[in-house]
């Protein structure tokens, strides 16, 4: 029996010997293995996530710049020929991101808190779900939570920019003019909002490189735990 396993292995495909040696190699994964794997993969795509938009411009010079709400568009309007507020609109829109870089770092602890809890269901159901399953598990098992708890850091953030102080003089001034009907769109839940879906959005970028690109599974667990999603 050796000598014909030796013979097979000397005489076969290079790429079949490796999957032989592969197979050979590899023990069977445990559920515990399959939940610590998937764990770490949302980790890692959280972390990143996080990392990226809370560095210095992470959501100003991004795919993610939160602009301004459509309805505060009349404001930057009528003020922009007004001495003092000429530059209004892009100053009030860095002054947002700037808070919203602040407080990004704030979400990872919610997150993670979301992936300890968990269960092999919920894992084996992301795992062989579709590409983005891991994050609509997040979205749905931590969007409230995370807007309750990131809207008052973001506020704290906005004021410590001046973001919201700038606004408010802003609209203040546009509702002095006569005439114009009186406008005070709520800057805090809109950046909130933009914030949490730049967020989510790239934690799914994450997830799809880990899926699809095998160089970005950068553990021997994350390797093993994903083959078994591309079978």
């Given amino acids: 029996m050796l000598l014909m396993t030796s013979v097979f292995l000397i005489s076969c495909d290079p790429q079949d010997f490796q999957r032989v040696l592969d197979t050979v190699g590899s023990t069977v994964l445990s559920n515990a293995d399959i939940a610590r794997g998937l764990k770490e ?27 301004l709400p ?21 100053e009030v829109i860095k002054k947002l991101n700037q808070g919203a870089e602040d407080a990004a770092k704030k979400a990872g602890p919610i997150f993670i808190s979301a992936i300890k809890k968990m269960t092999f269901d919920d894992v084996m159901g992301i795992l062989m779900g579709e ?6 598990y997040l979205h749905t098992n931590t969007y409230n939570p995370l807007y309750g708890e990131f809207k008052p850091v973001l506020v704290n953030s906005l004021n410590k920019f001046g973001a919201l102080d700038l606004w408010s003089d802003a609209v203040n001034k546009y509702n002095s003019i006569p005439i114009l009907a009186d406008v005070n769109p709520d800057l805090a839940d809109h950046v909130t909002s933009k914030a949490l879906v730049g967020l989510f959005d790239l934690v799914e970028v994450k997830e799809k490189g880990i899926r699809s690109d095998i ?16 079978r």
């Fill in 41 to 67: 993969a949302l980790n890692l795509g959280v972390g990143e996530s996080v990392d990226f938009l809370s560095a210095k411009d992470g959501y100003y010079k991004s795919a993610y710049k939160i602009l």
């Fill in 70 to 90: 459509e309805e505060a568009n009349v404001v930057i309007d009528k003020l922009k020929f007004i001495p003092g507020f000429k530059n209004l609109e892009e």
């Fill in 131 to 136: 590409k983005n399953a891991a994050t609509s």
């Fill in 215 to 230: 160089n970005q599974r950068s553990s021997e667990l994350l390797r093993r735990v994903f083959e078994k999603q591309d």
